[in-house]
T-cell receptor
Framework: GQNIDQPTEMTATEGAIVQINCTYQ??????LFWYQQHAGEAPTFLSY????GLEEKGRFSSFLSRSKGYSYLLLKELQMKDSASYLC??????????FGAGTTVTVRA | IAGITQAPTSQILAAGRRMTLRCTQD?????MYWYRQDLGLGLRLIHY???????GKGEVPDGYSVSRANTDDFPLTLASAVPSQTSVYFC?????????????FGQGTRLTVV
């Protein structure tokens, strides 16, 4: 099975940068994904990593180290609308997509 | 229909009753998933299907069954509902299990078993 760990909560100030870490142990690896979920809504896709390194998409970047079983999501220039839960997900060798418990980010003015 | 649709949106169900949650997608995606989401536990995989005609068990399959008779539909059945199955259920789909593409989620079904 999968073991995916991420912090429960983080708080940051508007305009700042926040880094959400995710560590995982899986049976095989076929990609790591980050999703955003606002309260009462469905998750929406943010980014994915297959190879080691940094992927940048606007204000959001995601990093992967497969040898360390580690990823992070970097949110820059935080805005109030970024207050949400951020979910780390890993696809294993059977192509099952499993999620961590999520990190709730609160952006303060 | 555009995307992935779940029905019903919400339901209150008496314990012991049988219930089927429906999920339909029109994107011709091969892979489909059912998750339940509970406070503090995140999204937990119930069952999945990598292609029509095949299904697999996820992390919490007990008390649930699925079928994948065609590409578009992936219903989830609770044979005899229990209060611990009170949760928000999300269906998701992705293009192909062996391609690294994102999963798209339905809007969710809020189920309360009393």
């Amino acid at each position: 099975g999968q073991n995916i760990d991420q912090p429960t909560e983080m708080t940051a100030t508007e305009g700042a940068i926040v880094q959400i870490n995710c560590t995982y142990q899986t049976s095989g690896f076929n990609g790591l994904f980050w999703y955003q979920q606002h309260a009462g809504e469905a998750p929406t896709f943010l980014s994915y990593n297959v190879l080691d390194g940094l992927e940048e998409k606007g204000r959001f970047s995601s990093f992967l180290s497969r040898s360390k079983g580690y990823s992070y999501l970097l949110l820059k220039e935080l805005q109030m609308k970024d207050s949400a839960s951020y979910l780390c997900a890993v696809r294993d060798s059977d192509y099952k997509l499993s999620f961590g418990a999520g990190t709730t980010v609160t952006v303060r003015a | 229909i555009a995307g992935i649709t779940q029905a019903p949106t919400s339901q209150i169900l008496a314990a012991g009753r049988r219930m089927t949650l429906r999920c339909t997608q029109d994107m011709r995606h091969n892979a489909m998933y059912w998750y339940r989401q509970d406070l503090g536990l995140g999204l937990r995989l119930i069952h999945y299907s990598n292609t029509a005609g095949t299904t697999g068990k996820g992390e919490v399959p007990d008390g649930y069954s699925v079928s994948r008779a065609n590409t578009d539909d992936f219903p989830l059945t609770l044979a005899s509902a229990v209060p611990s199955q009170t949760s928000v259920y999300f269906c998701a789909s992705s293009d192909s299990p062996d391609r690294v593409t994102e999963a798209f989620f339905g809007q969710g079904t809020r189920l309360t078993v009393v």
